[in-house]
């Protein structure tokens, strides 16, 4: 690599001048992080095997999924299996094959915002990484932290610095709470009070609604907050405030992390939003196929707010990604559309196959192929 990378403890930041003059944190010894303590060791390390709660909160969620899709589905939508079954029947032969195919290229998009917030990192590693921790994400109820875990592992193994990837996986992830978790669900209320005016029936799901309204508020609140402690002098005056519960070097090391972080963001900010808008674009595509395949007719902006109240449904932790509920709420708002309940459900049903079975599919793969491969340098290589 010609330049240092963002990670790198020496590489300057220009935004590092405000606030409480503070030495740099030493960096000679490793790389930079020893402030942290003796846990730094074993931030990207082989994810231990999944806790025993773990595994069993996993199984009752895949339950509640199945229960939910088996039950909820059919009641909320005012349909039999019978009814859904032939409706999934009907479909024409382009409609799994697309759903496949939108799935896959909605993940390859999102691996490209990895691969912009980890220099160094190869396209192909990002994407493993990225696999692997969507799928772990998806497979159990509050799965994020697993699938952070083992991106860490993954990117750790290609030879990358981990000042490199803790502020990559940071950015990203501001990233994905930014698009995700408050640009949609924000498109999405916007459609939906529109909805009067597009739709003869209107779009009446007032509890789908606060639970959106108050998801946004959260997510906004949380996105507020961390713009503002990325200010400089507002972080370094709060760990001053702090005295000597922070001791001077971890003070050091989280504001140079934070200098560099705001580096990358401001340098790299385009090459991160970009790809992941462009999935959730996709994914909101296949929503459109979905609805295109079962031969129904819904205003294009209230296929947005649906799309947006699915999203916001996958927030809650219940089910792995929102499973089960997601679909049911969605089926549910077609009807309200004028759609016929068992094509609502089928459409739901086929969407699931782009949201949930292909980036669980991606990412069994992907932790198989991590776990039997051998580390590779790729920081060095390059």
């Known amino acids: 690599m010609s330049e240092a990378s963002p990670g790198s403890p020496d590489r300057p ?4 001048p405000q606030g409480p003059a503070l030495p740099a944190p030493d960096a000679a010894a490793g790389d930079g992080l020893e402030w942290m303590g ?4 074993e931030i990207g390390e082989r994810p231990s ?9 996993g199984v009752l969620s895949g339950l509640l999924v199945l229960a939910l899709l088996a039950w909820a589905l059919p009641w909320a939508t005012g349909s039999t299996w019978p009814q859904i079954l032939s409706a999934l029947g009907a479909l024409p032969m382009w409609a799994v094959p697309a759903m496949l195919v939108l799935g896959v290229a909605a993940l390859l998009l999102e691996s490209l915002t990895v691969r912009a917030a980890v220099p160094g990192a190869r396209t192909s590693t990002a994407l493993l990484g990225h696999a ?9 109820p509050g799965g994020s932290m697993l699938g952070l875990g083992l991106l860490a592992w993954i990117l750790r193994r290609a030879g990358l610095a981990l000042p490199v ?3 990559g996986i940071i950015a990203a992830s501001l990233v994905e709470m930014a698009i995700t978790s408050v640009l949609i669900p924000l498109l999405g209320l916007g459609a939906y009070a529109l909805s009067s005016l597009l739709a003869p029936t209107g779009l009446e799901l007032p509890g789908a609604l606060w639970a959106a309204v108050v998801a946004v508020a959260v997510a906004v609140l949380a996105l507020v907050l961390t713009g503002v402690l990325l200010q400089r002098r507002v972080l370094a005056g709060l760990l001053s405030g702090l ?9 050091c090391g989280i504001l140079h992390q934070r200098d560099v972080l705001v580096e990358m ?5 385009p090459a991160l939003v970009l790809p992941t808008l462009a999935a959730r674009v996709l994914q909101w595509g296949a929503l459109l196929a979905a609805i295109e395949a079962v031969g129904a007719d819904v205003p294009l902006l ?20 929102g499973a089960g509920i997601a679909e049911t709420v969605g089926g549910a708002a077609l009807v309200a559309l004028g759609v016929a309940s068992a094509d609502a459900a089928a459409a739901m049903l086929l969407l699931l196959v782009a949201m949930l079975i292909v980036p669980l599919a991606a990412g069994g793969l992907a932790l198989a192929l991590a776990v039997g491969g051998r580390p590779r340098h790729e920081a060095e290589a390059r």
């Not at 095997?49 to 909160?57: K, M, S």
């Open 13 to 16: 930041s220009a935004d590092r």
């Open 38 to 41: 003796e846990d730094y060791e």
């Open 49 to 57: 095997a999944p806790a025993a709660r773990r595994i069993v909160a």
């Open 132 to 140: 692997a921790s969507q799928g772990a994400a998806l497979a159990v």
């Open 165 to 167: 990837i803790l502020t």
């Open 243 to 251: 005295g000597g519960a922070v001791p001077e070097n971890v003070a």
């Open 265 to 269: 963001l401001r340098r790299r900010g």
């Open 302 to 321: 209230l296929t947005v707010a649906i799309f947006a109240l699915g999203r916001v449904l996958a927030l809650v932790p219940l089910t792995p990604g």
